[in-house]
């Protein structure tokens, strides 16, 4: 270190010579030199090394930040105001402005964005999903009224408003739009610019870009380039590190903790930095210094994978290299004031170098990209979109060249390890989706073949055959195989918007890549063959996913081919012939004719050659054949086939070739599901899987069922299946004279593998025959076919509109058609506070369910087909699914129809239903038989469809009736399908089928009719049929009526029989019922004294405290111990019965959030501050249990623990060491029990009640013999020395009373009371403290204060409206109070109790009390009230009764009260004085206003409104009332009065009299005014009331306002928009990855990231649970913002997800932001969560949720 200091500058000899230096006069000098590029690089020689990178920084960041200001500074002015001043030839700032004026600014907006910033893309109007807006130019367009879909920017695209080729309307925002005053666009901006800037702008912007390339494309590290070294050169280097994706945060913060021994802290620092920055330096000093460090961390990083980068390098090196990226930036603000600018720059950056070819300065940057750090590609790239692509003149030469160097550029992103983002060739989105850019690189660079030629190049495995063979698909491989296919992205792009006029060098060129395009699929073309396994299973799974992957991203490419094909006759003629020529070459391979087989069956013969699935190879890859496909149905759909057939190669089809890859694939399909091919392994399963999956059917399952259908449209129809029958290897059971008699096979899996496989080709024959949906195949448009798809899929169930999303295929711009359709076949249903929208099937569109839909997978298929038969049954019709009516066929595939009425295929339906009529054996399932009839149904169809459409007779060619009446062929005699379909029509085995089997004879018949009745008018045949339909419907129902008799019959017998059981059960055992009745009886009485008064005890107003209060009857309390089931009565005496609880700290109430926590050692919270910043809540699940049973399962909780500890060191859902277990019945979460404790006894009204004043006297007198007695204890040596003080009669000092409770009950008691005292202090358990009985009070109190102001926000009435778990809670937690400090010495009572009377009765004995207006009246009223009881338990006289006192302390807590609320009042707001007179109320409040005025004098107000004090004290007294009144009613168990169970008016009054207050409450302050007014004198004039008044602290006003969570706003993208602004607090100014927002107090934090990491009681942990210990204590609730979810975290450990409170317009919400579609906030779900915090319920539902999913276990909250 001391080294590097002496080669700095004194800094006193640096600073003068910067004051001395004047800008405009280096200039000038500039101005005059001759070279000036010389004089420039002497400058910068000179001053770069002494400015920038001075050794190491310093240890603090804010000295590392003061140092970059520094450097900032000392940038602008030494080195690049010169250069402003020469450019500007005057003041920069003003010439800078001046540029400004004359600019005309572009219509492009280019706003880049940053990382996580909303964008925005029109789903109507964009010309691809690349196109989008930021938030303004959104927010002024027309699309925001469109279908939108809202993203997060990854950062480094931009803002596409302006550009007219991107957007199909609406190009322009508001802000955006070109005025029509605006010069031609084509006029050269460098021409408004005057020519001697001109000329020094060329000459400056090539000296500085020069000067910046080449110092970012320097690779000495020692050297600098000539002329730029410095004039004296220190030993001084930077050992620098650099980053890598290969290492993990966790390896370089190790190594560099070892390397530089750095701490922890700096490690993590450094580690981020060149995350961020891609470099950073870890050590200053002499070269062997930093050479040792260097060895250090590439010894320590190279053992798994390569080592860290590491570099030496000279300071000034560094230095120059820094100046270069400023530079930049600097070139990057200067063209921003000017396009003249802007273009010269572009020209400098383009101009050639004298190397020739790649030399200019832009094109030496993109081939040098992969050798440079992050933080200078950053710079660079940001510079090049601001620069060239800002320009489109300049956009045009750079795409040319970005063309031409594009397979360079590739070959060094594959190598790099870099994400694309930090990539040149991530600018690829920016050139390639413009499409006339795409068009004309595609016509001058044949950019299609280079991009398809790059992509197979990198493509190198391959096998014998020339197809591609990937090996093992590791992690190294698949982040290889990501970066390649980075490229098909690529072609994407240049393909995504298909030409409207094509020139002819256009078709040449796109041919041309077509070729190259059917090349690489002539490498997939049968790739990973399979063979079927026998005997043993598969050793090692085959590699197949990288097969799948590349499918994948090849589906939208293959799919585009065929759009841009299908817009030009002439390319699509090319296209189909080379397509055509590339297949016969796969097919060469093929065994053709090597042994030809011939087949026959049913009188025809057909020949093909020997091939079995089960034995040979086969490919599911077939992307050659499947283009054709494609291609083949585009010439229907186009209708060339029948325009141009001579110049089709029709004829060179060979129809059997064509289908049999396809079919190969189909059946292999068909043996997979028959469990052909088990022992394959789940590769071949997750092929299949995939292959039928809708990522992937519309190029591979779909395309192979339209090959069929070419195939068989061009084939006999007998043929085709007869090949199909050979394929599916079922041909011998069919071919066989006898076929209708049943195979026999004696092996049983092969019946059943036959059965299936048959069941398998006949929903083939209805796919090939029936799936029409397709343009071109039927006569159809793209709108039925998604119409199709959504019915089908609305069959099954509703639905979400995110299911059904995901259901459809997606086209190249992410869109799958279902928003133009779905409003015509499904009505929505809104959602409610849970669940999503869903979508509902209207019912007209049921009868186009089509049961064998050919996108159904089996799962799907029995689930539409249940829902469908049970829908019918509701609707009250036939449980038949018939075929529905197809639509017709285009005249390309028009023979398909002929496969129905073939003869092989009548062949198989005879045998199917003659195996049907006689069902022994089980060659034989219904799927055949229902797909058969479905088979015939569709042909019935058929003809109908053609006798309907005809002019005539004769030109139906179609007569399936016909053939099905005719009898079987000659040697088995047995009946015609229609005649074995009657015989099957009533068979009993069959009932499921009737309905289907008497449609189709109605339809039979329906057709005779009309054949004979076709020469006659048709209304004759509608009628006709109808009446034959009407017969058939009236017998049906006559049967279904006498079926439903006979079940209500039956039905009813069985009931009575149960009935008769029952009472000889019950007979049987009389004296247990008798029993349980008498019990019941009991318990309904009990739940009378529970339910509300009858009239004649309200007659007697009911009070809860004081002597006349009414206690609760003195009735038995029997509970049931969950665990043991065994019941008990409460007693004080006996067993101790326990209520499962959880305790928490709470914060919910609090009025300060910026208060500290307490410390706890040495907190003492006797006194409540009225802001209630920090409380203990308590709750229960009310669940009863023996404590002798809860702490056996405890201890066994424990035990398991244990144990599982040392197998599995996670966490549970709970914390076992914190006490914590869940409710054995319900699985709540609790941590401690809460004793069940008898009723108080009744009050003895025979003793007399004194008064105030007298109790006062008298208690003041016991106080002050306590007071004495703990003095001679304290001392006893100077006994006798004070007269002793007069003691009450009957008071007691030295007497003990007998603790009211049986050991087991006070264990209890103890052991509630730690629970309170740990977890509110957060301290280790210690019985002796002094502090126990305050804080189980406390809880008490506070939880009673919450769940009032639940109540009162909620509108719910006081009493009755509670869930009895809460009820049940608040008794127990009370009773449990005013018995809790029997526990406790009771010295410490009585000195708390003297200590809290004190701050109501000023005692001098007592040292500093708190003012009035730093207590919380209602905790004092309960701790003083509590705390009593140990006072009076002393006074052995029997002349007082505790309640008088109770009464007592409620009359001065309330007067305190009342004064408190005077004090604070604000009645700014005057209001409208009501009547002169004003009542009594009025008069004594203002009477007691004037008495505080007197005492306070100007720090209160003058306020002449009596109205408003007493509208303000009636206000703001009403929630302590509220609480009071709970607290007695549970302490006492007095029956609330009436009015207190419903809401509504009289709650004032009712309050009052059941607390027993006078209604106007300041009559206690009037009734007893000599009494309190020295005492209101001594309480305004504590020191601390005038100074809080006069602004020194915190003055809670009242009524308290209850707490909510924060307002979002309506829409999400305005948070996305905060989120994108918010950096990270402590890593300047960089992008916070996660931004996090506290519903609770509404900060944003830098979530799950090092930089933000702090220390929690000795562990690091993550900015949001650092935050929930000051905001929550301990508890939070955030949104992820970029996420869109809601956070809930309790402690370190603990925490879960949960639904946002935002959804979209379909009511779903949308984790992630993965759908995009607009967000708005629905006020229920939010008030859901606000609720779920106000009840405290947080943690409970964290609870649940980590029990229900154990994945939520594992995650680090901490972390967060």
């Given at each position: 270190?001391?080294?590097?200091?002496?080669?700095?500058?004194?800094?006193?000899?640096?600073?003068?010579?910067?004051?001395?230096?004047?800008?405009?006069?280096?200039?000038?000098?500039?101005?005059?030199?001759?070279?000036?590029?010389?004089?420039?690089?002497?400058?910068?020689?000179?001053?770069?090394?002494?400015?920038?990178?001075?050794?190491?920084?310093?240890?603090?960041?804010?000295?590392?930040?003061?140092?970059?200001?520094?450097?900032?500074?000392?940038?602008?002015?030494?080195?690049?105001?010169?250069?402003?001043?020469?450019?500007?030839?005057?003041?920069?700032?003003?010439?800078?402005?001046?540029?400004?004026?004359?600019?005309?600014?572009?219509?492009?907006?280019?706003?880049?964005?940053?990382?996580?910033?909303?964008?925005?893309?029109?789903?109507?109007?964009?010309?691809?999903?690349?196109?989008?807006?930021?938030?303004?130019?959104?927010?002024?367009?027309?699309?925001?009224?469109?279908?939108?879909?809202?993203?997060?920017?990854?950062?480094?695209?931009?803002?596409?408003?302006?550009?007219?080729?991107?957007?199909?309307?609406?190009?322009?925002?508001?802000?955006?739009?070109?005025?029509?005053?605006?010069?031609?666009?084509?006029?050269?901006?460098?021409?408004?610019?005057?020519?001697?800037?001109?000329?020094?702008?060329?000459?400056?912007?090539?000296?500085?870009?020069?000067?910046?390339?080449?110092?970012?494309?320097?690779?000495?590290?020692?050297?600098?380039?000539?002329?730029?070294?410095?004039?004296?050169?220190?030993?001084?280097?930077?050992?620098?590190?650099?980053?890598?994706?290969?290492?993990?945060?966790?390896?370089?913060?190790?190594?560099?903790?070892?390397?530089?021994?750095?701490?922890?802290?700096?490690?993590?620092?450094?580690?981020?930095?060149?995350?961020?920055?891609?470099?950073?330096?870890?050590?200053?000093?002499?070269?062997?210094?930093?050479?040792?460090?260097?060895?250090?961390?590439?010894?320590?990083?190279?053992?798994?994978?390569?080592?860290?980068?590491?570099?030496?390098?000279?300071?000034?090196?560094?230095?120059?290299?820094?100046?270069?990226?400023?530079?930049?930036?600097?070139?990057?603000?200067?063209?921003?004031?000017?396009?003249?600018?802007?273009?010269?720059?572009?020209?400098?950056?383009?101009?050639?170098?004298?190397?020739?070819?790649?030399?200019?300065?832009?094109?030496?940057?993109?081939?040098?990209?992969?050798?440079?750090?992050?933080?200078?590609?950053?710079?660079?790239?940001?510079?090049?979109?601001?620069?060239?692509?800002?320009?489109?003149?300049?956009?045009?030469?750079?795409?040319?060249?970005?063309?031409?160097?594009?397979?360079?550029?590739?070959?060094?992103?594959?190598?790099?390890?870099?994400?694309?983002?930090?990539?040149?060739?991530?600018?690829?989105?920016?050139?390639?989706?413009?499409?006339?850019?795409?068009?004309?690189?595609?016509?001058?660079?044949?950019?299609?073949?280079?991009?398809?030629?790059?992509?197979?190049?990198?493509?190198?495995?391959?096998?014998?055959?020339?197809?591609?063979?990937?090996?093992?698909?590791?992690?190294?491989?698949?982040?290889?195989?990501?970066?390649?296919?980075?490229?098909?992205?690529?072609?994407?792009?240049?393909?995504?918007?298909?030409?409207?006029?094509?020139?002819?060098?256009?078709?040449?060129?796109?041919?041309?890549?077509?070729?190259?395009?059917?090349?690489?699929?002539?490498?997939?073309?049968?790739?990973?063959?399979?063979?079927?396994?026998?005997?043993?299973?598969?050793?090692?799974?085959?590699?197949?996913?990288?097969?799948?992957?590349?499918?994948?991203?090849?589906?939208?490419?293959?799919?585009?081919?065929?759009?841009?094909?299908?817009?030009?006759?002439?390319?699509?003629?090319?296209?189909?012939?080379?397509?055509?020529?590339?297949?016969?070459?796969?097919?060469?391979?093929?065994?053709?004719?090597?042994?030809?087989?011939?087949?026959?069956?049913?009188?025809?013969?057909?020949?093909?050659?020997?091939?079995?699935?089960?034995?040979?190879?086969?490919?599911?890859?077939?992307?050659?054949?499947?283009?054709?496909?494609?291609?083949?149905?585009?010439?229907?759909?186009?209708?060339?086939?029948?325009?141009?057939?001579?110049?089709?190669?029709?004829?060179?089809?060979?129809?059997?070739?064509?289908?049999?890859?396809?079919?190969?694939?189909?059946?292999?399909?068909?043996?997979?599901?028959?469990?052909?091919?088990?022992?394959?392994?789940?590769?071949?399963?997750?092929?299949?899987?995939?292959?039928?999956?809708?990522?992937?059917?519309?190029?591979?399952?779909?395309?192979?069922?339209?090959?069929?259908?070419?195939?068989?449209?061009?084939?006999?129809?007998?043929?085709?299946?007869?090949?199909?029958?050979?394929?599916?290897?079922?041909?011998?059971?069919?071919?066989?004279?006898?076929?209708?008699?049943?195979?026999?096979?004696?092996?049983?899996?092969?019946?059943?593998?036959?059965?299936?496989?048959?069941?398998?080709?006949?929903?083939?024959?209805?796919?090939?025959?029936?799936?029409?949906?397709?343009?071109?195949?039927?006569?159809?448009?793209?709108?039925?076919?998604?119409?199709?798809?959504?019915?089908?899929?609305?069959?099954?169930?509703?639905?979400?509109?995110?299911?059904?999303?995901?259901?459809?295929?997606?086209?190249?711009?992410?869109?799958?058609?279902?928003?133009?359709?779905?409003?015509?076949?499904?009505?929505?249903?809104?959602?409610?506070?849970?669940?999503?929208?869903?979508?509902?099937?209207?019912?007209?569109?049921?009868?186009?369910?089509?049961?064998?839909?050919?996108?159904?997978?089996?799962?799907?298929?029995?689930?539409?087909?249940?829902?469908?038969?049970?829908?019918?049954?509701?609707?009250?019709?036939?449980?038949?699914?018939?075929?529905?009516?197809?639509?017709?066929?285009?005249?390309?595939?028009?023979?398909?129809?002929?496969?129905?009425?073939?003869?092989?295929?009548?062949?198989?339906?005879?045998?199917?239903?003659?195996?049907?009529?006689?069902?022994?054996?089980?060659?034989?399932?219904?799927?055949?038989?229902?797909?058969?009839?479905?088979?015939?149904?569709?042909?019935?169809?058929?003809?109908?469809?053609?006798?309907?459409?005809?002019?005539?007779?004769?030109?139906?060619?179609?007569?399936?009736?016909?053939?099905?009446?005719?009898?079987?062929?000659?040697?088995?005699?047995?009946?015609?399908?229609?005649?074995?379909?009657?015989?099957?029509?009533?068979?009993?085995?069959?009932?499921?089928?009737?309905?289907?089997?008497?449609?189709?004879?109605?339809?039979?018949?329906?057709?005779?009719?009309?054949?004979?009745?076709?020469?006659?008018?048709?209304?004759?045949?509608?009628?006709?049929?109808?009446?034959?339909?009407?017969?058939?419907?009236?017998?049906?129902?006559?049967?279904?009526?006498?079926?439903?008799?006979?079940?209500?019959?039956?039905?009813?017998?069985?009931?009575?029989?149960?009935?008769?059981?029952?009472?000889?059960?019950?007979?049987?055992?009389?004296?247990?019922?008798?029993?349980?009745?008498?019990?019941?009886?009991?318990?309904?009485?009990?739940?009378?004294?529970?339910?509300?008064?009858?009239?004649?005890?309200?007659?007697?107003?009911?009070?809860?405290?004081?002597?006349?209060?009414?206690?609760?009857?003195?009735?038995?309390?029997?509970?049931?111990?969950?665990?043991?089931?065994?019941?008990?009565?409460?007693?004080?005496?006996?067993?101790?019965?326990?209520?499962?609880?959880?305790?928490?700290?709470?914060?919910?109430?609090?009025?300060?959030?910026?208060?500290?926590?307490?410390?706890?050692?040495?907190?003492?919270?006797?006194?409540?501050?009225?802001?209630?910043?920090?409380?203990?809540h308590t709750a229960s699940c009310g669940h009863i249990m023996h404590a002798t049973c809860w702490q056996r399962y405890f201890e066994a909780v424990q035990l398991k623990e244990q144990r599982r500890q040392q197998r599995l060191r996670g966490h549970t859902s709970y914390d076992?060491?914190?006490?914590?277990?869940?409710?054995?019945?319900?699985?709540?979460?609790?941590?401690?029990?809460?004793?069940?404790?008898?009723?108080?006894?009744?009050?003895?009204?025979?003793?007399?009640?004194?008064?105030?004043?007298?109790?006062?006297?008298?208690?003041?007198?016991?106080?002050?013999?306590?007071?004495?007695?703990?003095?001679?204890?304290?001392?006893?040596?100077?006994?006798?020395?004070?007269?002793?003080?007069?003691?009450?009669?009957?008071?007691?000092?030295?007497?003990?009373?007998?603790?009211?409770?049986?050991?087991?009950?006070?264990?209890?008691?103890?052991?509630?009371?730690?629970?309170?005292?740990?977890?509110?202090?957060?301290?280790?358990?210690?019985?002796?403290?002094?502090?126990?009985?305050?804080?189980?009070?406390?809880?008490?109190?506070?939880?009673?204060?919450?769940?009032?102001?639940?109540?009162?926000?909620?509108?719910?009435?006081?009493?009755?409206?509670?869930?009895?778990?809460?009820?049940?809670?608040?008794?127990?937690?009370?009773?449990?109070?005013?018995?809790?400090?029997?526990?406790?010495?009771?010295?410490?009572?009585?000195?708390?109790?003297?200590?809290?009377?004190?701050?109501?009765?000023?005692?001098?004995?007592?040292?500093?009390?708190?003012?009035?207006?730093?207590?919380?009246?209602?905790?004092?009223?309960?701790?003083?009230?509590?705390?009593?009881?140990?006072?009076?338990?002393?006074?052995?006289?029997?002349?007082?009764?505790?309640?008088?006192?109770?009464?007592?302390?409620?009359?001065?807590?309330?007067?305190?009260?009342?004064?408190?609320?005077?004090?604070?009042?604000?009645?700014?707001?005057?209001?409208?004085?009501?009547?002169?007179?004003?009542?009594?109320?009025?008069?004594?409040?203002?009477?007691?206003?004037?008495?505080?005025?007197?005492?306070?004098?100007?720090?209160?107000?003058?306020?002449?409104?009596?109205?408003?004090?007493?509208?303000?004290?009636?206000?703001?007294?009403?929630?302590?009332?509220?609480?009071?009144?709970?607290?007695?009613?549970?302490?006492?168990?007095?029956?609330?009065?009436?009015?207190?169970?419903?809401?509504?008016?009289?709650?004032?009054?009712?309050?009052?009299?059941?607390?027993?207050?006078?209604?106007?409450?300041?009559?206690?302050?009037?009734?007893?005014?000599?009494?309190?007014?020295?005492?209101?004198?001594?309480?305004?004039?504590?020191?601390?009331?005038?100074?809080?008044?006069?602004?020194?602290?915190?003055?809670?006003?009242?009524?308290?306002?209850?707490?909510?969570?924060?307002?979002?706003?309506?829409?999400?993208?305005?948070?996305?928009?905060?989120?994108?602004?918010?950096?990270?607090?402590?890593?300047?100014?960089?992008?916070?990855?996660?931004?996090?927002?506290?519903?609770?107090?509404?900060?944003?934090?830098?979530?799950?990231?090092?930089?933000?990491?702090?220390?929690?009681?000795?562990?690091?942990?993550?900015?949001?649970?650092?935050?929930?210990?000051?905001?929550?204590?301990?508890?939070?609730?955030?949104?992820?913002?970029?996420?869109?979810?809601?956070?809930?975290?309790?402690?370190?450990?603990?925490?879960?997800?949960?639904?946002?409170?935002?959804?979209?317009?379909?009511?779903?919400?949308?984790?992630?932001?993965?759908?995009?579609?607009?967000?708005?906030?629905?006020?229920?779900?939010?008030?859901?969560?606000?609720?779920?915090?106000?009840?405290?319920?947080?943690?409970?539902?964290?609870?649940?949720?980590?029990?229900?999913?154990?994945?939520?276990?594992?995650?680090?909250?901490?972390?967060?």
């Amino acid at each position: 270190m001391a080294a590097a200091e002496s080669d700095r500058d004194p800094p006193s000899a640096l600073c003068s010579e910067f004051l001395n230096f004047s800008a405009k006069d280096t200039a000038s000098q500039w101005m005059a030199a001759a070279d000036l590029q010389q004089e420039v690089h002497r400058h910068l020689a000179l001053y770069v090394p002494r400015i920038l990178c001075l050794g190491p920084s310093g240890c603090s960041s804010r000295e590392e930040q003061r140092e970059e200001q520094r450097e900032e500074l000392a940038c602008q002015l030494l080195l690049l105001a010169p250069l402003e001043w020469l450019l500007l030839g005057e003041e920069p700032a003003a010439g800078l402005a001046l540029l400004q004026e004359n600019n005309q600014p572009s219509p492009l907006c280019g706003h880049v964005f940053k990382v996580g910033e909303p964008t925005y893309s029109c789903r109507e109007c964009a010309a691809d999903p690349t196109c989008v807006l930021c938030m303004q130019c959104f927010l002024g367009s027309v699309h925001k009224d469109h279908r939108y879909r809202m993203t997060t920017s990854g950062g480094g695209g931009f803002c596409d408003c302006g550009d007219a080729e991107a957007w199909k309307k609406g190009p322009y925002c508001q802000k955006h739009t070109p005025t029509p005053n605006n010069r031609d666009t084509e006029e050269d901006p460098v021409a408004q610019l005057p020519a001697d800037m001109v000329a020094r702008s060329y000459n400056i912007f090539s000296i500085i870009l020069k000067y910046a390339v080449d110092m970012l494309t320097w690779d000495q590290e020692d050297q600098l380039p000539a002329g730029l070294e410095p004039p004296e050169r220190g030993d001084t280097y930077y050992c620098m590190l650099f980053n890598d994706e290969v290492h993990t945060y966790e390896q370089v913060i190790y190594t560099l903790q070892k390397a530089v021994n750095c701490s922890q802290k700096e490690a993590v620092s450094f580690a981020t930095t060149v995350d961020r920055d891609g470099r950073k330096s870890v050590r200053y000093g002499d070269f062997q210094f930093c050479e040792q460090a260097k060895s250090v961390i590439v010894r320590n990083t190279s053992r798994q994978s390569k080592p860290l980068r590491v570099q030496v390098m000279h300071s000034s090196v560094v230095a120059h290299q820094c100046f270069a990226l400023k530079a930049l930036s600097w070139l990057g603000q200067i063209i921003q004031y000017s396009d003249g600018l802007r273009r010269i720059l572009c020209q400098v950056g383009l101009q050639e170098g004298p190397e020739g070819e790649n030399s200019s300065l832009v094109d030496r940057l993109m081939l040098n990209d992969s050798k440079m750090w992050k933080g200078a590609r950053n710079i660079y790239h940001q510079l090049l979109m601001n620069s060239l692509l800002m320009d489109l003149k300049y956009k045009k030469i750079f795409a040319i060249q970005f063309a031409k160097s594009y397979e360079r550029l590739q070959n060094d992103y594959v190598k790099d390890d870099h994400d694309r983002e930090f990539s040149i060739t991530d600018l690829s989105v920016q050139i390639f989706t413009v499409p006339s850019l795409a068009r004309m690189l595609m016509v001058e660079e044949n950019l299609m073949t280079t991009i398809i030629r790059t992509f197979v190049d990198h493509l190198r495995h391959r096998d014998l055959q020339g197809r591609f063979q990937f090996d093992r698909y590791t992690a190294q491989q698949a982040f290889k195989f990501g970066r390649v296919q980075s490229l098909i992205g690529d072609l994407k792009y240049v393909l995504i918007s298909r030409p409207c006029e094509w020139s002819d060098e256009l078709r040449e060129k796109f041919l041309e890549g077509l070729d190259s395009f059917l090349e690489l699929l002539k490498c997939m073309q049968g790739m990973d063959p399979v063979v079927r396994q026998v005997g043993q299973h598969i050793e090692m799974e085959p590699e197949w996913e990288a097969a799948f992957t590349l499918q994948m991203k090849l589906t939208h490419i293959i799919s585009m081919i065929q759009e841009w094909c299908s817009t030009d006759e002439r390319v699509l003629i090319d296209a189909y012939r080379r397509c055509l020529s590339a297949l016969s070459h796969c097919h060469s391979g093929l065994p053709d004719g090597e042994q030809p087989i011939s087949l026959s069956l049913a009188g025809h013969c057909v020949e093909t050659f020997r091939y079995q699935v089960s034995q040979d190879k086969v490919s599911i890859h077939l992307p050659v054949c499947r283009l054709l496909a494609g291609l083949h149905v585009l010439l229907s759909r186009t209708e060339v086939a029948s325009r141009f057939p001579e110049q089709l190669p029709l004829g060179e089809l060979s129809p059997p070739l064509l289908i049999e890859l396809p079919l190969r694939c189909l059946v292999l399909c068909a043996q997979v599901h028959a469990g052909m091919w088990r022992r394959n392994g789940f590769s071949l399963i997750n092929q299949i899987y995939y292959y039928h999956n809708v990522k992937c059917r519309v190029e591979m399952f779909d395309k192979d069922i339209i090959m069929l259908q070419a195939g068989a449209s061009m084939m006999d129809p007998n043929h085709f299946l007869m090949i199909v029958l050979s394929r599916f290897e079922l041909f011998h059971i069919f071919s066989s004279a006898d076929c209708r008699k049943r195979y026999r096979e004696a092996n049983k899996d092969v019946v059943q593998q036959n059965n299936t496989l048959i069941e398998e080709m006949l929903h083939l024959i209805i796919m090939v025959v029936g799936e029409r949906y397709v343009a071109g195949v039927g006569q159809v448009e793209p709108f039925d076919e998604v119409r199709r798809e959504i019915i089908h899929q609305l069959s099954i169930r509703p639905m979400a509109h995110s299911e059904l999303v995901k259901a459809l295929p997606e086209n190249g711009n992410k869109e799958t058609g279902l928003e133009r359709v779905i409003d015509s076949v499904a009505s929505f249903k809104k959602p409610g506070v849970t669940g999503r929208g869903l979508y509902e099937l209207r019912p007209e569109w049921n009868k186009h369910f089509n049961l064998y839909f050919h996108h159904y997978s089996r799962a799907d298929q029995s689930k539409a087909e249940e829902a469908q038969r049970k829908l019918r049954r509701q609707n009250g019709e036939d449980t038949a699914l018939p075929p529905p009516v197809p639509p017709p066929l285009c005249p390309l595939f028009g023979s398909l129809v002929n496969l129905l009425q073939c003869d092989v295929l009548l062949a198989v339906e005879g045998a199917v239903l003659q195996w049907a009529v006689e069902p022994s054996g089980g060659g034989w399932t219904e799927s055949m038989l229902q797909r058969v009839l479905h088979l015939v149904g569709m042909a019935l169809l058929e003809e109908q469809q053609q006798l309907e459409n005809s002019s005539g007779y004769d030109d139906v060619t179609f007569n399936y009736t016909c053939k099905i009446t005719r009898p079987g062929e000659a040697p088995s005699t047995s009946g015609s399908v229609l005649a074995l379909l009657e015989s099957l029509q009533n068979a009993p085995h069959l009932e499921v089928h009737k309905d289907m089997i008497t449609w189709i004879l109605k339809m039979v018949a329906n057709i005779k009719t009309i054949r004979e009745r076709s020469s006659s008018t048709s209304s004759v045949t509608i009628s006709q049929g109808q009446g034959l339909e009407e017969t058939v419907r009236d017998k049906d129902k006559a049967e279904r009526k006498r079926k439903a008799e006979m079940a209500r019959l039956r039905r009813e017998k069985i009931m009575a029989q149960m009935s008769e059981m029952q009472k000889h059960f019950i007979n049987e055992n009389k004296e247990l019922f008798q029993q349980s009745l008498e019990e019941l009886e009991a318990s309904t009485s009990a739940a009378a004294e529970h339910s509300p008064p009858s009239l004649e005890v309200s007659s007697v107003s009911q009070v809860c405290v004081g002597p006349r209060r009414l206690g609760g009857a003195e009735r038995r309390q029997l509970v049931t111990c969950i665990l043991c089931q065994e019941e008990q009565e409460v007693k004080g005496h006996g067993r101790a019965m326990v209520l499962a609880a959880f305790v928490q700290r709470s914060t919910v109430l609090s009025k300060n959030r910026r208060r500290a926590l307490p410390n706890a050692e040495c907190h003492d919270p006797l006194f409540m501050h009225p802001d209630l910043s920090l409380g203990i809540h308590t709750a229960s699940c009310g669940h009863i249990m023996h404590a002798t049973c809860w702490q056996r399962y405890f201890e066994a909780v424990q035990l398991k623990e244990q144990r599982r500890q040392q197998r599995l060191r996670g966490h549970t859902s709970y914390d076992v060491e914190n006490g914590e277990f869940l409710c054995p019945l319900c699985e709540c979460l609790s941590n401690t029990v809460i004793p069940l404790l008898p009723h108080t006894h009744s009050p003895d009204h025979s003793v007399d009640h004194p008064g105030l004043e007298l109790w006062l006297k008298t208690t003041n007198q016991q106080i002050a013999a306590l007071h004495s007695a703990h003095r001679t204890q304290s001392d006893d040596a100077a006994e006798g020395a004070e007269p002793p003080v007069p003691v009450p009669e009957g008071f007691r000092i030295d007497f003990t009373p007998l603790n009211p409770f049986s050991s087991s009950v006070s264990e209890m008691i103890t052991t509630f009371s730690m629970s309170t005292y740990k977890v509110g202090l957060k301290v280790n358990p210690n019985e002796q403290d002094q502090r126990v009985p305050v804080l189980s009070w406390s809880t008490c109190a506070y939880t009673i204060q919450a769940i009032e102001r639940l109540l009162m926000d909620e509108e719910k009435p006081l009493f009755g409206s509670l869930p009895c778990r809460q009820d049940d809670c608040l008794s127990s937690l009370t009773r449990f109070s005013s018995a809790c400090w029997t526990a406790a010495p009771l010295k410490t009572v009585h000195t708390q109790f003297i200590r809290l009377l004190a701050a109501l009765v000023p005692d001098p004995q007592v040292e500093n009390t708190p003012c009035i207006l730093d207590i919380d009246m209602f905790h004092l009223l309960v701790y003083s009230v509590l705390s009593y009881s140990s006072v009076h338990c002393l006074d052995q006289s029997r002349q007082s009764v505790v309640d008088s006192a109770h009464l007592h302390l409620l009359h001065l807590v309330t007067v305190a009260h009342l004064v408190q609320i005077l004090l604070t009042s604000t009645t700014e707001e005057v209001f409208m004085d009501q009547d002169s007179g004003g009542s009594e109320e009025e008069e004594f409040t203002c009477q007691l206003y004037d008495t505080l005025r007197k005492h306070l004098g100007s720090a209160l107000p003058e306020v002449n409104s009596g109205w408003q004090l007493w509208r303000c004290v009636k206000v703001g007294i009403l929630p302590f009332l509220r609480a009071a009144t709970l607290f007695f009613h549970y302490l006492n168990s007095t029956a609330p009065p009436a009015d207190l169970l419903v809401t509504g008016p009289g709650q004032w009054e009712a309050l009052c009299s059941y607390l027993g207050l006078p209604s106007n409450l300041l009559q206690l302050y009037q009734s007893q005014h000599t009494l309190l007014e020295p005492l209101i004198y001594r309480w305004c004039s504590h020191p601390g009331v005038r100074q809080t008044l006069q602004g020194a602290g915190v003055i809670v006003r009242f009524p308290r306002e209850s707490n909510r969570l924060i307002d979002l706003p309506e829409d999400y993208s305005v948070l996305i928009n905060q989120a994108s602004s918010f950096t990270c607090p402590r890593s300047g100014g960089d992008k916070s990855r996660a931004p996090t927002l506290c519903l609770v107090c509404g900060s944003m934090l830098c979530s799950q990231s090092y930089c933000c990491q702090t220390e929690v009681d000795g562990e690091d942990v993550g900015a949001c649970t650092a935050h929930t210990f000051t905001c929550g204590a301990g508890l939070g609730l955030f949104l992820r913002v970029r996420e869109s979810q809601v956070l809930f975290v309790a402690g370190k450990t603990k925490g879960c997800f949960y639904p946002p409170p935002y959804l979209d317009d379909y009511g779903e919400t949308d984790q992630g932001l993965k759908r995009g579609n607009p967000l708005h906030l629905c006020a229920d779900r939010y008030r859901k969560i606000e609720r779920l915090w106000r009840q405290h319920g947080i943690a409970e539902v964290i609870g649940h949720a980590q029990e229900a999913n154990q994945t939520l276990v594992a995650i680090d909250w901490q972390h967060l």
